[in-house]
């Protein structure tokens, strides 16, 4: 017993990739449930295990790991830096070894500036850097969206008004089985939604637009099926 416990243990740090947190093994041989955050990550570089990608124009993206002493789950964490302005700008974090058609994914997020926009997003069902769904939640706007990016088009098909304060830790959950859709804020669902646009298995990421400088800590992702 001792022994397969020590070779899921492996497995898992292995899944988690060098630099990135995986809490609770066990989770993840049953559900395959991964949790990761970036407290062994050097301040200042990309983190390991993810793939970097930009929606719309502008230049190259610049994620990095961040310091910041507030986050629940530990001080350091992600965020894209560029703070570029171009408003059809969509910077993507995309996790590497992850692809499934049913899935639930949530984030923690603080929206810390930008002017054009102060945004986070959670990625699922992603074909590439022009197709995907993405639930983002806006601090300038105090609203919670779900779209759908089809050849680098995006389009609203539901959210709601709510209010996404500026400088404050917050949840964003989003969830996807056959074709429904289900998001939350803070623990509390939202709103649900259809859509058969992306029907297959894809993969999963965090997302945010233009000059948004945006903390993002504490990805769960969690694989239904």
């Known amino acids: ?22 809490a609770g093994h066990r989770a993840a041989a049953q559900g395959q449930a991964r949790r990761l955050d970036f407290a062994d990550v050097a301040v200042g570089a990309p983190p390991p295990g993810f793939s970097f990608a930009l929606t719309g124009g502008g230049p190259p993206v610049r994620w990095a790991v961040l310091e910041d002493p507030s986050s629940p789950a530990g001080p350091r964490v992600l965020a894209e830096t560029s703070g570029d302005r171009t408003d059809s700008r969509f910077p993507l ?9 049913d899935v639930a994914v949530s984030v923690r997020f603080k929206p810390v500036s930008g002017t054009v926009d102060q945004a986070a997003g959670l990625v699922v069902r992603l074909r590439d850097a022009r197709n995907y769904y993405i639930a983002r939640a806006d601090a300038l706007e ?18 709601v008004d709510v209010r996404v304060p500026r400088g404050r830790w917050q949840a964003l959950g989003l969830r996807i089985e ?37 903390h993002f800590d504490a990805l769960e992702v969690q694989v239904l099926r």
């Open 1 to 22: 017993m001792r022994s397969e416990r020590t070779l899921l243990s492996r497995r898992c740090a292995l899944l988690a990739g060098p630099g990135l947190l995986l």
């Open 93 to 101: 974090a995309i996790l590497d070894g992850v692809s499934a058609r």
């Open 178 to 214: 056959g074709d429904r859709l289900a998001v939350s804020l803070n623990g509390r669902e939202l709103f649900t939604a259809t859509d058969r646009t992306f029907a297959e298995a894809g993969r999963v990421g965090l997302w945010t637009k233009a000059d948004s400088v945006t």
């Open 142 to 159: 105090d609203n919670v969206r779900l779209y759908r990016v089809v050849d680098g088009r995006r389009i609203q098909f539901a959210g």
